[in-house]
């Protein structure tokens, strides 16, 4: 086989090996609201407090950061404009209004992804393999060591 054909056939399989994730939408489209909240109204901001959990049943793969979750709710929190306070603390030094995000990772193990890729290697790729990731996402909403309020939403990743 001459040099060319090679760098043809070498060129197809690096342009053909790659992963993709697609949503499949489970999560609903989030609402925009506007708040009617205006600073003339007699309640005055509160100092809340929020923590994240972090759970990963996948292993060591990186698919979030817990610090990248913890700037995202602080920035959202700030934007709504309702609280005069936000600061994160673990779970256990809530203050009286405290906001908890647990969020936990399931799917593919460590394991099972690396046998399923060194068979789609092996064949050079003609086996298709799929990996299924999931984000389990609650809050829970604790007011003077009560929980008064909870939401969830589930996504799945293929």
């Known amino acids: 086989m001459s040099l060319t054909g090679k760098l043809v056939i070498l060129l197809i399989t690096i342009l053909h090996a790659g992963c993709a994730t697609f949503s499949s939408g489970y999560t609903p489209e989030p609402v925009t609201t506007a708040s009617s909240y205006t600073h003339s109204d007699p309640v005055s901001p509160q100092d809340i407090s929020f923590s994240v959990d972090l759970i990963s049943e996948i292993g060591?793969?990186?698919?979030?950061?817990?610090?990248?979750?913890i700037d995202e709710v602080k920035e959202k929190l700030r934007t709504i404009g309702l609280y005069k306070k936000i600061v994160y603390v673990p779970f256990r030094k809530k203050e009286s209004k405290h906001f908890h995000f647990q969020v936990i990772i399931s799917g593919t193990t460590e394991e099972e992804s690396l046998v399923l890729s060194y068979m789609s290697g092996l064949t050079m790729m003609l086996i298709p393999v799929g990996l299924d990731y999931y984000s389990d996402m609650s809050v829970f909403v604790i007011e003077k060591n009560n929980e008064v309020f909870s939401a969830s939403a589930s996504e799945k990743f293929i």
Request: no cysteine; aromatic share 10%.
């Open 60 to 69: 060591k793969f990186d698919v979030l950061s817990k610090e990248g979750i």
